[in-house]
């Protein structure tokens, strides 16, 4: 097996003018997936979904990052913390997806916690002389929101979600993204690599290809804007038409002035928060690695709080809804197709167009996590 941490290094050397994809062992081998796990995903922040989804005390959103199980909650003050999802008597995980409750209780033993995570309750422990309630509280994990984002990390040392995102908010801080509103999240699991699925959202070349059959006919390669990436994020703009009246900014909407009323953003966070924001509606995609040759996907989405009152827009939503349905359908056709292709003996990277330069500034920051070089 070829040695996937150096092939990249010797990958991302090039300048972006003679780039190639990234070599396939990047996406099929066993020893990369474990360092990712170990230097992205384990150090990086990670994005939970929307606020929105935790509105109120008890909500509750669970997730395995890194394969850490992580409650993330609203609690009684009305903050949203992390914590533990491991019961700290026998060890058993505690919640379960996504809902609300007033309490923690492990199905194992009914050990109940409160929304802060202190222990509650524990049935039959009076006659252990070394147990004290108060000794046990389920260990927090960092947390923190931003523009509407909830993020966490495993990482104590992580620098604050907002210092490396500023550029994100310089870009997109007229688009006002901390008052869009969710309407569904969905949760998948496909058969490629998480990587594919990434690079997929970074470009929009394939738009008119594998999306020929949706919106293809409306992607204009020539409006695509493409600049170079910054440190944790890279992203790049497409010009929408009125063809979907919730893509441009509502006619209330007096911040937006020339062409960003119809400027969409396509934005990648790493390591794997990908979000469509238009002045209307967005979409996103949080991905986590769900072994080598599958990425289990967060996918949720809603509108500008601008469009929330309109009974049109709410009909006109559910109308993208379906689209976006059928977009999905068609990008994990392609990413399945991609994955199967590079796991091939005969699978060789080509060159990049220019249009792909987000995958290149992604390959930057892999390397930058991984390689024993730097």
């Known amino acids: 097996m070829k040695d996937a941490i150096e092939e990249l290094y010797q990958n991302v050397s090039l300048p972006f003018e003679q780039a190639r994809a ?3 062992s990047v996406y099929t081998s066993e020893a990369f997936l474990k360092a990712e796990l ?3 995903f384990k150090k990086d922040w990670f994005c939970v979904g929307r606020a929105s989804a935790l509105a109120n005390s008890g909500d509750y959103v669970t997730l395995d990052l890194a394969d850490q199980p992580i409650i993330v909650l609203r609690d009684r003050a009305g903050d949203i913390r992390a914590m533990s999802n491991v019961c700290r008597h026998r060890m058993s995980t505690l919640l379960e997806g996504r809902g609300t409750t007033s309490s923690i209780v492990c199905p194992y033993h009914a050990w109940t916690y409160n929304l802060d995570g202190s222990l509650r309750g524990a049935p039959a422990m009076t006659q252990n002389a070394g147990f004290c309630k108060g000794d046990y509280m389920l260990p927090s994990i960092r947390c923190e929101e931003w523009l509407g984002w909830v993020f966490v990390t495993l990482n104590p ?7 490396d995102l500023a550029g994100v908010e310089a870009h997109i801080g007229d688009y006002n993204m901390a008052d869009y509103v969710e309407t569904f999240y969905e949760t998948h699991i496909w058969d490629t690599n998480w990587k594919v699925l990434a690079e997929n959202f970074m470009e929009s070349y394939h738009l008119p290809v594998c999306h020929a059959g ?5 992607s204009k390669l020539e409006e695509m804007v493409c600049p170079p990436g910054e440190a944790a994020f890279n992203y790049h703009t497409i010009l929408k038409d009125d063809t979907l009246r919730i893509a441009l900014a509502h006619p209330d909407n007096t911040v937006l002035k020339g062409e960003r009323r119809r400027m969409t953003y396509l934005l990648a966070i790493y390591p794997s928060l990908l979000i469509t924001l238009t002045p209307g509606y967005f979409w996103y995609l949080s991905l986590h690695p769900h072994g080598v040759g599958q990425v289990r996907i ?5 509108m500008s709080r601008d469009y929330v009152d309109d009974a049109d827009a709410q009909d006109n939503f559910r109308q993208l809804k379906t689209l976006l349905d059928e977009v999905n359908v068609e990008d994990r056709g392609c990413t399945e ?3 199967r292709g590079l796991s091939s003996q005969a699978a060789e990277p080509g060159h990049l167009s220019h249009l792909e330069r987000p995958n290149y500034d992604f390959a930057q920051y892999l390397n930058g996590k991984v390689n024993r070089h730097g």
């Open 214 to 218: 949706t919106i293809g006919g409306l």
């Open 157 to 163: 040392d992580a620098n604050p979600v907002a210092q």
């Open 298 to 302: 967060g996918f949720g989405g809603g």
């Open 337 to 339: 197709k991609v994955y």
């Open 22 to 24: 990234m070599p396939p």
């Open 38 to 40: 170990e230097h992205i």
